[in-house]
DNA sequence: GTGGTCTAGACCACG
DNA sequence: GTGGTCTAGACCACA
Protein backbone atom coordinates (compact mmCIF):
# COMPACT_ATOMS: atom_id res chain seq x y z
CA UNK A 1 0.00 0.00 0.00
CA UNK A 2 2.11 3.45 -0.98
CA UNK A 3 -0.12 6.10 -1.22
CA UNK A 4 0.38 9.43 -1.16
CA UNK A 5 -1.23 12.78 -1.49
CA UNK A 6 0.20 16.07 -1.94
CA UNK A 7 -0.96 19.41 0.75
CA UNK A 8 -0.09 22.21 -2.01
CA UNK A 9 -2.49 20.50 -5.06
CA UNK A 10 -5.40 22.09 -5.81
CA UNK A 11 -6.87 18.85 -6.68
CA UNK A 12 -9.03 17.98 -3.10
CA UNK A 13 -7.17 15.77 -0.93
CA UNK A 14 -9.89 13.09 -0.89
CA UNK A 15 -10.13 12.96 -4.53
CA UNK A 16 -6.48 12.70 -4.76
CA UNK A 17 -6.74 9.69 -2.18
CA UNK A 18 -9.45 8.10 -4.30
CA UNK A 19 -7.83 7.86 -7.55
CA UNK A 20 -4.90 6.75 -5.74
CA UNK A 21 -6.47 3.54 -4.21
CA UNK A 22 -8.87 3.25 -7.43
CA UNK A 23 -5.81 2.23 -9.89
CA UNK A 24 -4.32 0.48 -7.05
CA UNK A 25 -7.65 -1.66 -7.80
CA UNK A 26 -7.58 -1.94 -10.56
CA UNK A 27 -4.00 -2.77 -11.39
CA UNK A 28 -4.13 -5.79 -9.01
CA UNK A 29 -2.18 -3.88 -6.55
CA UNK A 30 -4.74 -4.05 -4.05
CA UNK A 31 -6.59 -7.66 -4.54
CA UNK A 32 -9.79 -9.17 -3.02
CA UNK A 33 -10.14 -9.51 0.00
CA UNK A 34 -7.08 -7.57 1.24
CA UNK A 35 -7.66 -5.68 4.56
CA UNK A 36 -6.65 -1.86 3.91
CA UNK A 37 -5.09 -0.12 6.42
CA UNK A 38 -7.72 1.44 9.69
CA UNK A 39 -9.22 5.09 8.47
CA UNK A 40 -6.86 6.01 11.79
CA UNK A 41 -3.73 4.68 10.53
CA UNK A 42 -4.21 5.98 7.05
CA UNK A 43 -4.98 9.41 8.09
CA UNK A 44 -1.90 9.50 10.70
CA UNK A 45 0.37 8.51 7.53
CA UNK A 46 -0.99 10.52 5.23
CA UNK A 47 -1.11 13.31 7.20
CA UNK A 48 -4.80 13.78 6.73
CA UNK A 49 -7.98 14.23 9.17
CA UNK A 50 -9.51 10.78 9.35
CA UNK A 51 -12.87 12.15 8.26
CA UNK A 52 -11.03 12.66 4.83
CA UNK A 53 -9.93 9.00 4.67
CA UNK A 54 -13.46 8.17 6.11
CA UNK A 55 -15.57 9.97 3.08
CA UNK A 56 -12.95 8.09 0.33
CA UNK A 57 -13.66 4.57 1.91
CA UNK A 58 -17.01 5.40 2.07
CA UNK A 59 -17.17 6.61 -1.25
CA UNK A 60 -15.36 3.63 -3.04
CA UNK A 61 -17.75 1.19 -0.62
CA UNK A 62 -20.57 3.04 -2.09
CA UNK A 63 -19.05 1.93 -5.94
CA UNK A 64 -18.57 -1.16 -4.90
CA UNK A 65 -15.03 -1.21 -4.86
CA UNK A 66 -14.58 -1.71 -0.86
CA UNK A 67 -16.39 -3.41 1.81
CA UNK A 68 -16.35 -1.67 5.38
CA UNK A 69 -17.18 -3.75 8.56
CA UNK A 70 -17.83 -2.02 12.08
CA UNK A 71 -15.83 -3.28 14.89
CA UNK A 72 -13.27 -5.17 11.64
CA UNK A 73 -11.99 -3.10 8.79
CA UNK A 74 -12.48 -2.08 5.65
CA UNK A 75 -11.41 -4.82 2.77
CA UNK A 76 -11.38 -4.98 -0.74
CA UNK A 77 -14.46 -6.64 -2.41
CA UNK A 78 -14.25 -9.64 -4.42
CA UNK A 79 -15.52 -8.47 -7.76
CA UNK A 80 -13.37 -4.96 -7.13
CA UNK A 81 -11.16 -5.30 -9.84
CA UNK A 82 -13.79 -5.75 -12.71
CA UNK A 83 -15.17 -2.86 -11.81
CA UNK A 84 -12.20 -0.64 -11.12
CA UNK A 85 -10.94 -1.76 -14.54
CA UNK A 86 -14.04 -0.64 -15.96
CA UNK A 87 -14.40 2.75 -14.27
CA UNK A 88 -10.59 3.48 -15.27
CA UNK A 89 -11.41 2.62 -18.90
CA UNK A 90 -14.45 4.62 -18.62
CA UNK A 91 -12.73 7.63 -17.37
CA UNK A 92 -9.81 7.38 -19.40
CA UNK A 93 -12.78 7.26 -22.48
CA UNK A 94 -14.12 10.73 -21.11
CA UNK A 95 -10.67 12.25 -20.95
CA UNK A 96 -9.63 11.46 -24.72
CA UNK A 97 -13.01 12.84 -25.51
CA UNK A 98 -12.23 16.17 -24.22
CA UNK A 99 -8.72 15.85 -25.72
CA UNK A 100 -10.19 14.56 -29.03
CA UNK A 101 -12.84 17.33 -29.22
CA UNK A 102 -10.51 20.18 -28.10
CA UNK A 103 -7.79 18.45 -31.26
CA UNK A 104 -10.61 19.31 -33.27
CA UNK A 105 -11.70 22.66 -32.42
CA UNK A 106 -7.85 23.35 -33.34
CA UNK A 107 -8.41 22.03 -36.51
CA UNK A 108 -5.33 18.89 -35.87
CA UNK A 109 -5.72 16.22 -38.83
CA UNK A 110 -5.98 12.54 -36.75
CA UNK A 111 -2.56 12.24 -37.98
CA UNK A 112 -1.58 15.03 -35.81
CA UNK A 113 -3.93 13.93 -33.24
CA UNK A 114 -1.97 10.44 -33.21
CA UNK A 115 1.73 12.05 -33.07
CA UNK A 116 1.01 14.21 -29.94
CA UNK A 117 -0.50 10.75 -28.15
CA UNK A 118 1.90 8.36 -29.15
CA UNK A 119 3.96 11.37 -27.77
CA UNK A 120 2.73 11.66 -24.33
CA UNK A 121 2.34 7.95 -24.09
CA UNK A 122 6.21 7.88 -24.63
CA UNK A 123 6.61 10.36 -22.26
CA UNK A 124 4.49 8.78 -19.66
CA UNK A 125 6.51 5.56 -19.95
CA UNK A 126 9.75 7.31 -19.01
CA UNK A 127 8.13 9.37 -16.29
CA UNK A 128 7.54 6.19 -14.90
CA UNK A 129 11.00 5.18 -14.13
CA UNK A 130 11.39 8.35 -12.28
CA UNK A 131 10.19 8.23 -8.22
CA UNK A 132 8.22 11.52 -7.01
CA UNK A 133 8.37 11.48 -3.35
CA UNK A 134 5.94 13.60 -1.42
CA UNK A 135 7.26 16.67 -0.05
CA UNK A 136 5.41 17.98 2.97
CA UNK A 137 7.26 20.28 4.44
CA UNK B 1 -22.81 33.73 -31.94
CA UNK B 2 -19.55 32.09 -31.02
CA UNK B 3 -20.06 31.28 -27.45
CA UNK B 4 -22.45 29.50 -25.59
CA UNK B 5 -22.81 27.84 -22.13
CA UNK B 6 -24.20 25.21 -20.67
CA UNK B 7 -25.79 26.20 -17.00
CA UNK B 8 -26.76 22.29 -16.25
CA UNK B 9 -22.88 21.55 -16.82
CA UNK B 10 -20.94 21.17 -13.74
CA UNK B 11 -18.13 22.79 -15.06
CA UNK B 12 -17.92 26.61 -13.73
CA UNK B 13 -19.51 28.93 -16.25
CA UNK B 14 -16.24 31.15 -16.44
CA UNK B 15 -13.96 28.33 -17.03
CA UNK B 16 -16.48 27.51 -19.80
CA UNK B 17 -16.39 30.97 -21.18
CA UNK B 18 -13.33 31.26 -21.23
CA UNK B 19 -12.15 28.16 -23.17
CA UNK B 20 -14.80 29.12 -25.57
CA UNK B 21 -13.28 32.36 -26.51
CA UNK B 22 -9.96 30.64 -26.55
CA UNK B 23 -10.55 28.59 -28.76
CA UNK B 24 -12.62 31.54 -31.03
CA UNK B 25 -9.96 33.02 -31.65
CA UNK B 26 -7.46 29.84 -32.10
CA UNK B 27 -9.36 29.09 -34.70
CA UNK B 28 -10.03 32.46 -36.38
CA UNK B 29 -13.85 32.96 -35.59
CA UNK B 30 -12.38 36.01 -33.90
CA UNK B 31 -9.83 37.68 -35.70
CA UNK B 32 -7.14 40.17 -34.43
CA UNK B 33 -8.77 43.72 -34.17
CA UNK B 34 -12.27 42.37 -33.95
CA UNK B 35 -13.90 44.32 -30.50
CA UNK B 36 -15.86 42.10 -28.22
CA UNK B 37 -19.06 42.79 -27.10
CA UNK B 38 -19.12 44.90 -23.49
CA UNK B 39 -19.20 42.88 -20.32
CA UNK B 40 -23.06 43.80 -19.75
CA UNK B 41 -24.20 42.77 -22.94
CA UNK B 42 -22.70 39.46 -23.52
CA UNK B 43 -23.43 38.56 -19.73
CA UNK B 44 -27.20 39.64 -20.71
CA UNK B 45 -27.32 37.45 -23.57
CA UNK B 46 -25.54 34.07 -22.23
CA UNK B 47 -27.75 35.00 -18.92
CA UNK B 48 -25.16 34.94 -16.74
CA UNK B 49 -23.46 37.13 -13.79
CA UNK B 50 -21.86 39.97 -15.21
CA UNK B 51 -18.56 39.18 -12.92
CA UNK B 52 -18.26 36.22 -14.39
CA UNK B 53 -18.17 37.93 -18.08
CA UNK B 54 -15.58 40.61 -16.47
CA UNK B 55 -13.30 38.05 -14.91
CA UNK B 56 -12.64 36.30 -18.49
CA UNK B 57 -11.96 39.24 -19.96
CA UNK B 58 -9.45 40.38 -17.20
CA UNK B 59 -7.89 36.95 -17.53
CA UNK B 60 -7.66 36.57 -21.10
CA UNK B 61 -6.09 40.40 -21.07
CA UNK B 62 -3.53 39.16 -18.89
CA UNK B 63 -2.41 36.26 -21.40
CA UNK B 64 -2.01 38.51 -24.10
CA UNK B 65 -5.19 37.41 -26.10
CA UNK B 66 -7.19 40.70 -25.36
CA UNK B 67 -6.61 44.24 -24.99
CA UNK B 68 -8.74 46.70 -23.69
CA UNK B 69 -8.44 50.32 -24.53
CA UNK B 70 -9.82 52.64 -22.31
CA UNK B 71 -13.48 54.02 -22.99
CA UNK B 72 -13.85 52.28 -26.59
CA UNK B 73 -13.55 48.63 -25.57
CA UNK B 74 -11.94 45.14 -25.19
CA UNK B 75 -10.60 43.82 -28.95
CA UNK B 76 -8.67 41.25 -29.99
CA UNK B 77 -4.85 41.80 -29.78
CA UNK B 78 -2.81 41.75 -32.54
CA UNK B 79 -0.99 38.69 -32.26
CA UNK B 80 -3.58 36.78 -30.60
CA UNK B 81 -3.90 33.72 -32.84
CA UNK B 82 -0.37 32.55 -32.56
CA UNK B 83 -0.75 32.91 -28.57
CA UNK B 84 -4.03 30.96 -28.94
CA UNK B 85 -2.49 28.32 -30.76
CA UNK B 86 0.55 27.89 -28.79
CA UNK B 87 -2.15 27.90 -25.66
CA UNK B 88 -4.81 25.40 -27.22
CA UNK B 89 -1.61 23.02 -27.75
CA UNK B 90 -0.23 23.16 -24.53
CA UNK B 91 -3.58 22.14 -22.99
CA UNK B 92 -4.05 19.33 -25.56
CA UNK B 93 -0.90 18.08 -24.69
CA UNK B 94 -1.49 18.19 -21.04
CA UNK B 95 -4.76 16.80 -21.12
CA UNK B 96 -3.05 13.55 -23.71
CA UNK B 97 -0.21 13.37 -21.35
CA UNK B 98 -2.94 12.99 -18.30
CA UNK B 99 -4.60 10.42 -20.71
CA UNK B 100 -1.19 8.45 -21.31
CA UNK B 101 -0.41 8.69 -17.60
CA UNK B 102 -3.69 6.54 -17.07
CA UNK B 103 -3.84 4.26 -20.09
CA UNK B 104 -0.19 3.12 -18.60
CA UNK B 105 -2.07 2.66 -14.76
CA UNK B 106 -4.20 0.74 -16.79
CA UNK B 107 -1.40 -2.03 -18.42
CA UNK B 108 -2.96 -0.54 -21.71
CA UNK B 109 -0.36 -1.14 -24.62
CA UNK B 110 0.26 2.09 -26.99
CA UNK B 111 -1.68 0.11 -29.93
CA UNK B 112 -5.23 0.14 -27.33
CA UNK B 113 -4.30 3.83 -26.38
CA UNK B 114 -4.47 4.41 -30.07
CA UNK B 115 -7.36 2.82 -30.86
CA UNK B 116 -9.29 4.47 -28.28
CA UNK B 117 -7.71 8.17 -29.64
CA UNK B 118 -9.08 7.10 -32.82
CA UNK B 119 -12.40 5.95 -31.37
CA UNK B 120 -12.75 9.16 -29.48
CA UNK B 121 -11.87 11.36 -32.65
CA UNK B 122 -14.54 9.93 -34.58
CA UNK B 123 -16.64 10.53 -32.44
CA UNK B 124 -15.93 14.39 -32.02
CA UNK B 125 -16.24 14.50 -35.47
CA UNK B 126 -19.44 12.87 -35.46
CA UNK B 127 -20.80 14.80 -32.88
CA UNK B 128 -19.28 18.37 -34.57
CA UNK B 129 -21.94 17.89 -36.83
CA UNK B 130 -24.73 18.16 -34.69
CA UNK B 131 -23.89 21.31 -32.50
CA UNK B 132 -26.84 23.75 -32.64
CA UNK B 133 -24.82 26.39 -30.05
CA UNK B 134 -26.58 29.57 -31.32
CA UNK B 135 -30.89 29.89 -29.45
CA UNK B 136 -30.86 29.30 -25.51
CA UNK B 137 -34.71 29.48 -25.53
CA UNK C 1 -40.67 22.03 1.33
CA UNK C 2 -41.88 19.75 4.47
CA UNK C 3 -38.98 18.18 6.13
CA UNK C 4 -38.37 17.35 9.82
CA UNK C 5 -35.83 15.12 11.12
CA UNK C 6 -36.09 13.27 15.07
CA UNK C 7 -33.08 14.17 17.07
CA UNK C 8 -34.11 11.51 19.14
CA UNK C 9 -34.23 8.73 16.84
CA UNK C 10 -31.74 5.92 16.75
CA UNK C 11 -31.89 6.68 12.84
CA UNK C 12 -28.87 8.74 11.70
CA UNK C 13 -30.12 12.10 10.79
CA UNK C 14 -28.47 12.04 7.72
CA UNK C 15 -30.97 8.77 6.57
CA UNK C 16 -34.28 10.37 7.70
CA UNK C 17 -33.33 13.62 5.69
CA UNK C 18 -32.53 11.52 2.65
CA UNK C 19 -35.36 9.27 2.72
CA UNK C 20 -37.73 12.27 3.08
CA UNK C 21 -35.83 14.38 0.18
CA UNK C 22 -36.10 10.71 -1.84
CA UNK C 23 -39.80 10.58 -1.29
CA UNK C 24 -40.40 14.09 -1.76
CA UNK C 25 -38.95 14.01 -5.76
CA UNK C 26 -40.61 10.65 -6.13
CA UNK C 27 -44.22 11.98 -5.18
CA UNK C 28 -43.80 14.92 -6.99
CA UNK C 29 -44.26 17.06 -4.17
CA UNK C 30 -40.81 18.09 -5.63
CA UNK C 31 -40.35 18.73 -9.14
CA UNK C 32 -37.63 18.89 -12.11
CA UNK C 33 -35.75 22.35 -12.10
CA UNK C 34 -36.84 23.12 -8.23
CA UNK C 35 -34.58 24.81 -5.98
CA UNK C 36 -33.25 23.17 -2.89
CA UNK C 37 -32.92 25.19 0.35
CA UNK C 38 -29.87 26.52 0.78
CA UNK C 39 -27.76 24.26 2.96
CA UNK C 40 -27.49 26.84 5.18
CA UNK C 41 -31.17 27.60 5.75
CA UNK C 42 -32.08 23.89 6.04
CA UNK C 43 -29.53 23.05 8.30
CA UNK C 44 -30.78 26.14 10.98
CA UNK C 45 -34.44 24.90 10.39
CA UNK C 46 -33.62 21.42 11.35
CA UNK C 47 -31.58 22.16 14.06
CA UNK C 48 -28.79 20.28 12.17
CA UNK C 49 -24.85 21.03 11.25
CA UNK C 50 -24.71 22.07 7.89
CA UNK C 51 -22.43 19.35 6.92
CA UNK C 52 -25.25 16.71 7.47
CA UNK C 53 -27.16 18.68 5.46
CA UNK C 54 -24.74 18.67 2.77
CA UNK C 55 -23.94 15.21 2.80
CA UNK C 56 -27.25 14.60 2.12
CA UNK C 57 -27.31 16.87 -0.86
CA UNK C 58 -24.04 15.39 -2.13
CA UNK C 59 -25.00 11.64 -2.18
CA UNK C 60 -28.36 12.64 -3.74
CA UNK C 61 -26.48 14.33 -6.08
CA UNK C 62 -24.58 11.41 -6.85
CA UNK C 63 -27.46 8.69 -7.25
CA UNK C 64 -28.69 11.96 -9.99
CA UNK C 65 -31.77 12.93 -8.14
CA UNK C 66 -30.55 16.48 -7.54
CA UNK C 67 -27.95 18.83 -9.23
CA UNK C 68 -25.52 21.21 -7.28
CA UNK C 69 -23.74 23.97 -8.90
CA UNK C 70 -21.33 26.34 -6.20
CA UNK C 71 -22.72 29.53 -6.35
CA UNK C 72 -26.19 29.55 -7.40
CA UNK C 73 -27.71 26.28 -5.27
CA UNK C 74 -28.82 22.96 -5.41
CA UNK C 75 -32.01 22.20 -8.20
CA UNK C 76 -34.03 19.05 -8.74
CA UNK C 77 -32.58 17.42 -11.58
CA UNK C 78 -34.67 16.66 -15.00
CA UNK C 79 -34.99 13.39 -14.67
CA UNK C 80 -35.33 13.22 -10.78
CA UNK C 81 -38.99 12.14 -10.76
CA UNK C 82 -38.16 8.39 -12.64
CA UNK C 83 -34.87 7.76 -10.63
CA UNK C 84 -37.07 8.36 -7.60
CA UNK C 85 -39.85 6.12 -8.46
CA UNK C 86 -37.72 3.51 -9.86
CA UNK C 87 -35.63 3.88 -6.37
CA UNK C 88 -38.29 3.39 -4.01
CA UNK C 89 -40.31 0.79 -5.77
CA UNK C 90 -36.04 -1.13 -5.78
CA UNK C 91 -36.89 -0.17 -1.63
CA UNK C 92 -39.83 -1.58 -1.39
CA UNK C 93 -39.59 -4.89 -2.77
CA UNK C 94 -36.62 -5.21 -1.05
CA UNK C 95 -38.53 -4.95 2.18
CA UNK C 96 -41.03 -6.73 0.94
CA UNK C 97 -38.79 -9.61 0.31
CA UNK C 98 -37.08 -9.72 3.94
CA UNK C 99 -41.06 -9.70 5.08
CA UNK C 100 -41.89 -12.60 3.14
CA UNK C 101 -38.83 -14.52 3.65
CA UNK C 102 -39.75 -14.12 7.66
CA UNK C 103 -43.16 -15.21 7.21
CA UNK C 104 -42.33 -18.40 5.09
CA UNK C 105 -39.76 -18.97 8.29
CA UNK C 106 -42.79 -18.49 10.74
CA UNK C 107 -44.50 -20.76 8.57
CA UNK C 108 -47.36 -18.17 7.78
CA UNK C 109 -49.60 -19.09 4.80
CA UNK C 110 -49.70 -16.85 1.73
CA UNK C 111 -53.17 -15.89 3.04
CA UNK C 112 -51.88 -14.81 5.92
CA UNK C 113 -49.20 -12.85 4.93
CA UNK C 114 -51.49 -11.10 2.33
CA UNK C 115 -54.09 -10.42 5.45
CA UNK C 116 -51.78 -8.90 7.56
CA UNK C 117 -50.36 -6.75 4.50
CA UNK C 118 -53.95 -5.51 4.44
CA UNK C 119 -54.37 -4.53 7.61
CA UNK C 120 -50.63 -2.69 7.35
CA UNK C 121 -52.04 -1.15 4.42
CA UNK C 122 -55.17 0.11 6.24
CA UNK C 123 -53.39 1.42 9.30
CA UNK C 124 -50.87 3.14 6.99
CA UNK C 125 -53.92 5.08 5.34
CA UNK C 126 -55.68 5.83 8.62
CA UNK C 127 -52.38 6.97 10.26
CA UNK C 128 -51.89 9.23 7.17
CA UNK C 129 -54.70 11.16 8.71
CA UNK C 130 -53.00 12.50 11.70
CA UNK C 131 -49.92 15.25 11.93
CA UNK C 132 -46.82 14.25 13.66
CA UNK C 133 -45.30 17.25 14.37
CA UNK C 134 -41.71 17.67 15.28
CA UNK C 135 -40.90 17.89 19.03
CA UNK C 136 -37.15 19.19 19.67
CA UNK C 137 -37.14 20.32 23.22
CA UNK D 1 -26.38 -26.85 12.67
CA UNK D 2 -29.52 -24.55 12.83
CA UNK D 3 -27.67 -21.38 12.51
CA UNK D 4 -25.22 -19.64 10.32
CA UNK D 5 -23.82 -15.67 9.94
CA UNK D 6 -22.90 -13.95 6.77
CA UNK D 7 -19.53 -12.12 7.36
CA UNK D 8 -20.04 -10.01 4.27
CA UNK D 9 -23.30 -9.19 5.38
CA UNK D 10 -23.89 -5.66 6.03
CA UNK D 11 -26.12 -6.75 9.02
CA UNK D 12 -24.19 -6.71 12.17
CA UNK D 13 -22.74 -10.31 12.84
CA UNK D 14 -25.39 -10.17 16.62
CA UNK D 15 -28.66 -8.99 14.28
CA UNK D 16 -27.91 -12.17 12.44
CA UNK D 17 -27.04 -14.95 14.89
CA UNK D 18 -29.77 -13.53 16.92
CA UNK D 19 -32.73 -13.70 14.30
CA UNK D 20 -31.36 -17.36 13.53
CA UNK D 21 -32.04 -18.44 17.01
CA UNK D 22 -35.49 -16.77 17.24
CA UNK D 23 -36.74 -18.31 14.21
CA UNK D 24 -35.08 -22.05 15.19
CA UNK D 25 -37.35 -21.44 18.50
CA UNK D 26 -40.50 -20.10 16.74
CA UNK D 27 -40.23 -23.14 14.07
CA UNK D 28 -39.38 -25.37 16.52
CA UNK D 29 -36.01 -26.46 15.32
CA UNK D 30 -35.02 -25.47 19.17
CA UNK D 31 -37.29 -27.26 21.41
CA UNK D 32 -37.82 -26.31 25.00
CA UNK D 33 -35.35 -27.64 27.44
CA UNK D 34 -32.78 -28.23 24.15
CA UNK D 35 -29.25 -26.97 25.51
CA UNK D 36 -27.43 -24.62 23.41
CA UNK D 37 -23.67 -24.99 22.67
CA UNK D 38 -21.66 -22.83 24.66
CA UNK D 39 -20.45 -19.38 24.35
CA UNK D 40 -16.67 -20.58 23.07
CA UNK D 41 -18.24 -23.47 21.24
CA UNK D 42 -20.73 -21.39 19.23
CA UNK D 43 -18.23 -18.93 18.69
CA UNK D 44 -15.62 -20.90 17.10
CA UNK D 45 -18.46 -22.49 14.91
CA UNK D 46 -19.05 -19.34 13.38
CA UNK D 47 -15.84 -17.57 13.19
CA UNK D 48 -17.35 -15.04 15.69
CA UNK D 49 -16.06 -13.26 18.64
CA UNK D 50 -17.31 -14.88 21.73
CA UNK D 51 -18.22 -11.45 23.18
CA UNK D 52 -20.64 -11.59 20.40
CA UNK D 53 -21.94 -14.81 21.21
CA UNK D 54 -22.43 -14.04 24.71
CA UNK D 55 -24.50 -11.02 23.45
CA UNK D 56 -26.56 -12.97 22.07
CA UNK D 57 -27.28 -15.48 24.53
CA UNK D 58 -27.63 -12.32 27.52
CA UNK D 59 -30.26 -10.48 25.28
CA UNK D 60 -32.41 -13.59 24.46
CA UNK D 61 -32.19 -14.39 27.98
CA UNK D 62 -33.54 -10.97 28.63
CA UNK D 63 -36.42 -11.86 26.48
CA UNK D 64 -37.49 -14.73 28.20
CA UNK D 65 -36.62 -17.22 24.88
CA UNK D 66 -33.75 -18.88 27.08
CA UNK D 67 -32.61 -19.82 30.45
CA UNK D 68 -29.36 -19.98 31.72
CA UNK D 69 -29.03 -22.69 34.83
CA UNK D 70 -25.67 -21.88 37.02
CA UNK D 71 -22.91 -24.80 35.90
CA UNK D 72 -24.68 -26.49 34.11
CA UNK D 73 -25.01 -24.32 30.61
CA UNK D 74 -27.97 -22.47 28.68
CA UNK D 75 -31.04 -24.07 27.50
CA UNK D 76 -34.71 -23.09 25.70
CA UNK D 77 -36.90 -22.32 27.99
CA UNK D 78 -39.82 -23.83 28.55
CA UNK D 79 -42.50 -21.27 27.17
CA UNK D 80 -40.08 -19.95 24.22
CA UNK D 81 -42.18 -21.52 21.77
CA UNK D 82 -44.74 -19.28 22.58
CA UNK D 83 -42.30 -16.22 23.22
CA UNK D 84 -40.85 -16.59 20.33
CA UNK D 85 -43.96 -17.19 18.12
CA UNK D 86 -45.16 -13.97 19.01
CA UNK D 87 -42.19 -11.58 18.86
CA UNK D 88 -41.86 -12.96 14.90
CA UNK D 89 -45.47 -11.92 14.19
CA UNK D 90 -44.70 -8.76 15.88
CA UNK D 91 -42.10 -7.94 13.96
CA UNK D 92 -43.18 -9.16 11.10
CA UNK D 93 -45.96 -6.89 11.37
CA UNK D 94 -43.79 -3.98 12.15
CA UNK D 95 -42.06 -4.50 8.60
CA UNK D 96 -45.11 -4.67 7.05
CA UNK D 97 -46.29 -1.60 8.46
CA UNK D 98 -43.07 0.42 7.21
CA UNK D 99 -43.34 -1.46 3.73
CA UNK D 100 -47.19 0.15 3.60
CA UNK D 101 -46.12 3.48 4.42
CA UNK D 102 -43.91 3.31 1.92
CA UNK D 103 -46.53 2.03 -0.26
CA UNK D 104 -48.71 4.79 0.83
CA UNK D 105 -45.99 7.46 -0.16
CA UNK D 106 -45.48 5.80 -3.44
CA UNK D 107 -49.09 6.46 -4.17
CA UNK D 108 -49.84 2.58 -5.20
CA UNK D 109 -53.30 0.93 -4.47
CA UNK D 110 -53.98 -1.73 -1.86
CA UNK D 111 -54.41 -3.77 -4.71
CA UNK D 112 -50.52 -3.26 -6.60
CA UNK D 113 -48.82 -3.72 -3.07
CA UNK D 114 -50.46 -6.84 -2.91
CA UNK D 115 -49.39 -8.23 -5.79
CA UNK D 116 -45.98 -7.19 -5.17
CA UNK D 117 -46.17 -9.15 -2.06
CA UNK D 118 -47.56 -11.96 -3.54
CA UNK D 119 -44.10 -11.77 -5.89
CA UNK D 120 -41.91 -11.61 -2.77
CA UNK D 121 -43.78 -14.72 -1.27
CA UNK D 122 -43.08 -16.46 -4.60
CA UNK D 123 -39.72 -15.80 -4.48
CA UNK D 124 -38.91 -16.84 -1.00
CA UNK D 125 -40.73 -20.06 -1.88
CA UNK D 126 -38.25 -20.58 -4.71
CA UNK D 127 -35.33 -19.30 -2.94
CA UNK D 128 -35.80 -21.30 0.37
CA UNK D 129 -35.48 -24.39 -1.52
CA UNK D 130 -31.82 -23.67 -2.85
CA UNK D 131 -30.47 -22.86 0.22
CA UNK D 132 -27.30 -24.57 1.82
CA UNK D 133 -26.80 -22.86 4.57
CA UNK D 134 -24.58 -25.74 6.69
CA UNK D 135 -20.62 -25.64 5.64
CA UNK D 136 -18.41 -23.09 5.90
CA UNK D 137 -15.28 -23.91 4.56
C1' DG E 1 -9.66 -1.13 18.37
C1' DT E 2 -12.79 -1.00 14.25
C1' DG E 3 -15.91 2.08 11.31
C1' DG E 4 -20.05 5.57 11.53
C1' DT E 5 -22.29 9.85 12.82
C1' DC E 6 -22.46 14.50 14.19
C1' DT E 7 -20.95 19.12 15.56
C1' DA E 8 -18.33 23.46 15.27
C1' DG E 9 -16.06 26.33 12.70
C1' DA E 10 -12.42 27.80 9.14
C1' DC E 11 -11.27 28.68 4.44
C1' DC E 12 -11.84 28.39 -0.63
C1' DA E 13 -14.20 28.62 -5.37
C1' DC E 14 -17.94 30.43 -7.83
C1' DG E 15 -21.53 33.91 -9.39
C1' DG F 1 -24.44 34.38 -0.59
C1' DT F 2 -23.95 29.77 -2.93
C1' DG F 3 -21.82 24.95 -2.40
C1' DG F 4 -17.20 22.30 -1.45
C1' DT F 5 -13.29 20.91 1.34
C1' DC F 6 -10.87 20.13 5.49
C1' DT F 7 -9.82 20.01 10.39
C1' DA F 8 -10.57 18.93 15.32
C1' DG F 9 -12.64 16.38 18.33
C1' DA F 10 -16.78 13.99 20.66
C1' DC F 11 -19.71 10.05 21.04
C1' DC F 12 -21.80 5.66 19.50
C1' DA F 13 -22.16 0.72 17.61
C1' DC F 14 -19.79 -3.42 16.78
C1' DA F 15 -16.30 -7.33 17.47
Redesign the pocket.
Known amino acids: MYVS?D?KS????????KEQLHLAVATGVLRPGD?????????VR??????????V??EL?AEGLFV???????FVADDARAVGQAEGRAILRQRLAEAASLAHSLDLSAAELRRLTDDAWQAAKAGREEVTPDEHD
Not at 10 to 15: D, E, G, Q
Not at 35 to 43: C, G, N, Y
Not at 46 to 55: F, G, I, K
Open positions: VHRVPLYVQLQLPTVRDLALRVNPNTVARYRQSRQGSGT
